[in-house]
């Protein structure tokens, strides 16, 4: 369009019937823009009484509108004298050529599909409005009668009003085909990358079935190892079971030879010395003290071989699991030990313990071995302070024995539990060396493990658990210190 045209047009008013808000703003922006004067209507009806107060130079309507649509607007304004000559376009998706007769019979000069682009839109505008002079000049009414889907339309629109109708569907069925190739060229393109893209999956997929048979292959493969290595693993632990059998009867016939041929010669020792122990009244006092550590070495030696034997069983021995009330046992203890400790002050601080799951006999050993430990090496207090408590840690059950007695160098604390190892002298603290050794194999065949902190004349404090076979009851969250 001309810049003369432009102008020409500048200021034309023009009433928009639209009952979509978006709608109506967008058209009036489009035309505001290209300098005519816009006026909005929320429907036909409304738009009819704006148009007779100020006639418009041209009315755009909307197809779909309620109270009033836009076909019958258009009939409305052509039947007015006032209006007859005021140009309407219907906005409208051309549907099927039942549009077209409709718009022809209501006396539509043009059609405007939606959605439409705003610079074809402003251009018909242009073109209606230039052809406006040309309707008043040709006054010429032609009558058609049109059979159309089933119905009778009389067509008495103007010969250049129907050109123009026709033009401006034509030019929409224009507009249509365009967009039709553009999509069937997006459509071919869009197959030619999906048949790339097929034969590029189709390869990886022939690919990674590839390294899927590789993966297979290697997996039977993988699976004829793991069975051959299970046939002999299982093959070298029946071997190995029936090695441990027989080594289990060698032990327990060592066990036996060393019960009966180490006790016969103490015996002789034992017999021989009370004997002589008649006659110590003939003896020199050097003698007789020769004499006396002859009898408390053959005890000893006794005594040694008792733990020894009874150490070794222990591997041996099957576990009768019950619940049991630990407290019960510590009582047990307590009250075996009473003889012992008649003469002593001891300030017994027992807590309370739980029930748990374990073998009752293995674990009242397991206190009777610390808590005579513990009344030995306090042994030179005035006043002793023995504990038997609870705690946790790390969400685990901990039962420990607490001394104040000679306590012990902590840098020798992994040697407490080996048979025969002692920190003391004999002369300091009599002992045969077993006793932990015989707690750490109790509380390994409960799943648990055993420990000691001390310091040198501080006393010392052991530690034990019973794994997760031991399972319990009222346990009391404390941490390690008892607190």
Known sequence: ?????GNFFRGAEILIAEDSQTQAEQ?????????????????????????????????????????????????????????????????????????????????????IRKPYDDKYLVSRVEYILTNVELRKTERLQVGVQLHFGGQTHFITAEKQQILDLLISTYESAVQINEELETKQRELQQAKETLEVRVAERTAELAQANKQLQIELVERKRAEEQIKKLNEDLERRVVERTAQLAAANNELEAFSYSISHDLRAPLRHINGYAHL???????????????????????????????????????DRRSMALQMTLLNSLVENVLHDLESET??????????????????????????????????????????????????????????????????????????????????????????????????????????GHVWAEADTDKGATFYFTLGEAASMSGAVKRDASGK
């Open 1 to 5: 369009m001309d810049r003369t045209r």
């Open 27 to 111: 058209l009036s922006h489009y035309l505001s823009a290209r300098g005519f004067a816009v006026t909005v209507a929320r429907d036909g009806r409304q738009a009819l009484a704006v148009a007779l107060q100020s006639k418009p130079a041209m009315v755009i309507t909307d197809v779909v509108m309620p109270e009033m649509d836009g076909y019958t607007l258009c009939k409305e304004i052509r039947s007015l004298p006032a209006l007859k000559d005021v140009p309407v376009v219907l906005l409208t998706s051309l549907s099927g050529p039942q549009d077209i007769v409709r718009g022809l019979e209501c006396g539509a000069d043009s059609f």
């Open 276 to 314: 002589i122990e008649e006659h110590s009244s003939q003896l020199d006092p050097d003698a007789q003290h020769h004499l006396k550590r002859i009898q408390e070495g053959a005890e000893k030696m006794g005594r040694m071989i008792d733990d020894l034997l009874n150490l070794a069983r222990l």
């Open 342 to 447: 008649a003469n002593r002050k001891i300030d017994w601080r027992v807590g309370s313990l739980p029930s748990v799951n374990c073998d009752p006999g293995l674990i009242q050993q397991v206190f009777a071995n610390l808590l005579s430990n513990a009344v030995k090496y306090t042994g030179r207090r005035e006043r002793a302070v023995i504990e038997i408590d609870q705690s946790t840690v790390e969400g685990q059950l901990v039962l420990f024995v607490r001394d104040n007695g000679a306590g012990f160098n902590s840098k020798y604390a992994d040697k407490l539990f080996g048979a025969f190892q002692r920190l003391h002298t004999n002369e300091e603290f009599e002992g045969t060396g077993v006793g932990l050794a015989t707690v750490q194999r109790i509380v390994r065949k409960h799943g």
